[in-house]
């Protein structure tokens, strides 16, 4: 296939590169497009340096599009380019279009075949969480979810990761901390505040993962609070999860599920001092899932956490997946 890559000197543009090449994804021609300050400059992709074009006002040469640029670009340019390609977006733009698939491959890849030229791409941390839900409400039919998200600072791109690096480097020197992208410090913080406030008072990111759950899942009855938080971490979102459930379950019984689920690592030994983390997260394809136990707030109620790279799970990784079940489907 002709791939194009948009924002590919992103945060997530630079994972679907290596994504790509790990995964020996079939790439006849490899075309690399950002915003024009990065043109010229030239990214490694098997061996050969490949270089950065800005972006045009055309439809782009490629059979597939994995765009991360950004709302406003996908939003400009997706349609022009959905004339020639089948673009898998990785912003919000188009993901709660009706006729625009929102698709995690191991969750609901049936839905793809419904596609119109664009695919969306989920928000990560709804990403990461359906790989755990999906497949517990598959056995135990969830009903209400509770999330506390625990985001890092990548999630907000390549500047995230260099205002947490830079923040804590001036702190620990006793010099101010500046912010831009965050909305307060990032560094020995915690910032319950990500994306815009809505008039419910949930952020549209706490709003993101109601949504997205139920149109992933296809189930519009299942309800999703979520308090979203960003973390003075570099890489991975992890997240507790308090679910409660139709059926009768037990932790073991999840753990039984959970160990069967594509794409999830098990890792749940408390006494070893097993658990999700994001340092043994991060770089991970597959979410890890632990601290299984029953809830004491609800009947038939589990707790457990997850911990997902979203870089990849929730973002590229997830891109290149669906690219990959495109190329599996004949025509
Ligand atoms: P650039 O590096 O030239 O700014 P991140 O999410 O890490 O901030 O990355 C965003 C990606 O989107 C980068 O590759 C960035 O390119 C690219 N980008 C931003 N604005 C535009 C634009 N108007 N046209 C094309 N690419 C853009």
Redesign the pocket.
């Known amino acids: 296939m002709r791939v194009a890559v948009?924002?590919?000197?992103?945060?997530?543009?630079r994972e679907i590169l290596r994504v790509l090449e790990q995964r020996e994804f079939p790439v006849s021609e490899l075309r690399l497009?950002?915003?024009a300050?990065?043109a010229g400059r030239s990214l490694s992709f098997r061996g050969q340096e490949v270089t950065v074009e800005p972006?045009p006002e055309t439809p782009l040469p490629a059979d597939v599009v994995l765009a991360?640029?950004?709302g406003g670009?996908s939003k400009q340019y997706a349609p022009l380019w959905a004339k020639e390609s089948v673009v898998i977006d990785n912003s919000s733009a188009f993901r709660y279009d009706p006729e625009v698939p929102l698709v995690v491959p191991e969750v609901n890849p049936e839905a793809i075949r419904k596609h119109k030229n664009i695919i969306a791409n989920p928000n990560c941390t709804t990403a990461i969480l359906v790989m755990a839900l999906f497949p517990l409400h598959r056995a135990f039919r969830a009903r209400r979810v509770i999330v506390s998200t625990y985001q890092s600072a990548s999630g907000a791109?390549?500047?995230g990761m260099e205002e947490l690096l830079e923040g804590t480097r001036s702190f620990l020197e006793g010099r101010p901390v500046e912010h831009r992208v965050f909305a307060h410090p990032l560094p020995f913080n915690v910032i319950p505040h990500i994306d815009t406030f809505q008039e419910n008072g949930y952020t549209r990111e706490e709003m993101k993962v109601l949504w997205e759950t139920q149109k992933i899942i296809g189930d519009p009855t299942i309800r999703v609070s979520c308090t979203a938080v960003r973390v003075p971490t570099l890489r991975v979102h992890a997240e507790a999860v308090t679910v409660e459930f139709e059926r009768p379950v037990s932790p073991e019984a999840a753990r039984e599920v959970l160990r069967q689920a594509p794409g999830v690592d098990l890792v749940d030994d408390p006494a070893q001092r097993r658990y999700p983390l994001p340092i043994t997260a991060t770089g991970k394809f597959n979410v890890e899932v632990g601290r299984i136990r029953r809830s004491l707030a609800f009947d038939n109620g589990l707790d457990f956490f997850v911990a997902g790279d979203q870089l990849l799970k929730g973002a590229a990784l997830n891109a290149v997946q669906i690219a990959e079940l495109l190329a599996s489907v004949p025509g």
């Open positions: 948009v924002g590919a000197t992103g945060a997530v543009g497009y950002a915003s300050r990065s972006l991360s640029a950004g670009v791109g390549a500047s």
